[in-house]
């Protein structure tokens, strides 16, 4: 079973407005924490776009205007997703997505790749999320109660004694702090111990 580890960055929060403007992944394999495959890129959106930026995103990624107009092509993120993809035979019941916001990345995901053209690739569609993981976990140990510490990434992971994600936010950042946290609460059964 293959996961894909994915985080984007966006200038805001309201999907009617505003764009996904970074895109990073790994695809791992989740028994032995192997990584198969990772992409990043920024992701180019119009000067129009931009100027409906929401500060407080911008605040917290730190994005500039001549950085994101350097950016790929929506388009061709599209294709170089869909083509990184296939190398790694994704298909539903073979892969699962796993973020520390699924409903966020995911709504912004579908931006780049519409959810019809995902379905025809028979992606998964299954999307899941640290938190809950985290949230089960701390139910079935009984030593920590979830909604006492909290269960934004960085809440957990300070819970597990690990560092908080690098700010700014990137989303490789992201996807590599979601990996180390994930291997806290989950684990990879055949991993080798590093």
Known sequence: MLGIFLDSETNGLNLRKHHICELAYKIVNVE??????????????????????DPASLEVNGFTWDQLKKGMQPQKVAEEVKLSFKRCRIERGKAVFICQNPS???????QLIDADVQEQ?????????????????????????????????????EALGLPHEEDPHRAMNGVDHLLLCYEAVVGFPLCQKR
């Open 121 to 157: 690739l028979n992606w998964p569609y299954h999307w899941l999320d640290l938190a809950s993981m985290y949230w089960t976990k701390c139910l079935n140990d009984k030593k920590t109660r979830p909604w006492e510490t909290g269960v934004s990434k960085n809440n957990i992971a």
């Open 32 to 53: 032995t924490g192997e990584v198969l495959e990772a992409f990043e890129t920024f992701v180019y959106i119009p000067y129009e776009e931009w100027k409906k930026s």
């Open 104 to 110: 966020f990345d995911r709504a912004f995901f579908t």
